[in-house]
């Protein structure tokens, strides 16, 4: 067999291969779409109804109450690890430190988003058994927060290695300090920020392993920061093994809803990614 035809064979697989992965992603969306979109246009009500008393054996009500369980649980942590992953990503550069010192911690960041969500969860259920606590919704974001925190890490890490070193060279002949420095290679690195902030919702909000131990199951509205409640995925999880038909209905409902958030959440990063890449170097205006 010659290169040529060694080539040509390399071809027809990759593009076998791509195809493949695009055509089981869009049988996942067709099917979610199919029978999630049609019980939402039967009965759209059951994403903003709370759940009623018999929910999880009837499915009467709606599931409003995992909804605002994954804004309220996702949104507060992925505050806390962008602040957290962004500072760590500053100190990762060679103005803060040396670069063995980076390749160290880089090392343990690829192992930590390369560990199963559940291990999380059960860290943080081993945090909760010996102080005593029971699960709840602080729990949950202290979980989350810690699993986002490499993704977030890392993307933010490789944004502003990528960032222009003219950008730096600029500012210290202008007399800038380091603070000031790295605030504007954060700037020119915020494409890149911004993918890792979304990335890490989307990963966040998508994730059911974590929070099955930390957060509880609940059927109730969130009512503090301090009691039991659920989000979408492990809504999902439930009620996808229900006898009960028109749970499980719900539960391709809530799946559909699941899927429209995270499409929408990688189209705002594109958008936004766009908005901001104007006021980087090179970035058209």
Request: aromatic residues 10%; charged residues 10%.
């Amino acid at each position: 067999m010659n290169r040529y035809t060694t080539q040509r064979l390399f071809g027809v697989a990759v593009r076998a291969a791509a195809l493949l992965v695009v055509g089981v992603l869009l049988l996942v969306i067709g099917v979610t779409v199919s029978r999630g979109g049609g019980v939402l246009l039967a009965d759209p009500s059951i994403v903003l109804t709370p759940p009623g008393a018999r929910y999880m054996l009837e499915g009467t009500g709606g599931f409003l109450h995992a909804v605002l369980g994954s804004l309220f649980i996702v949104g507060p942590a992925t505050v806390v690890s962008m602040v957290a992953a962004v500072s760590t990503a500053v100190y990762l550069q060679s103005d803060y430190s040396s670069e063995r010192f980076s390749e160290v911690v880089n090392m343990f960041l690829n192992v930590l988003w390369g560990t199963p969500p559940i291990v999380y969860g059960v860290f943080v259920l081993t945090i909760i058994i010996a102080t005593g606590a029971q699960t709840s919704l602080f729990f949950g974001i202290v979980a989350i927060a810690i699993f986002q925190y490499p993704i977030m890490t890392r993307y933010t890490d490789e944004a502003l290695r990528a960032a222009p070193e003219t950008v730096r060279e600029s500012t210290y002949g202008l007399g800038a300090t380091r603070f000031e420095s790295m605030r504007m290679t954060v700037r020119a690195a915020a494409p890149g920020v911004i993918a890792g902030l979304v990335m890490g919702f989307a990963r966040g909000i998508g994730d059911a392993a974590t929070v099955l131990f930390t957060t509880g199951r609940s059927t109730r509205m969130p009512g503090g920061l301090f009691e039991a409640a659920t989000t979408l995925p492990v809504l999902i999880f439930d009620q996808a093994m229900s006898f009960n038909a028109e749970v499980r209905s719900h539960a391709y409902a809530a799946a559909f809803v699941l899927t429209v958030v995270v499409l929408g959440l990688v189209l705002l990063s594109k958008l936004l990614a766009g908005r901001y890449a104007r006021y980087t170097p090179g970035g058209n205006r």
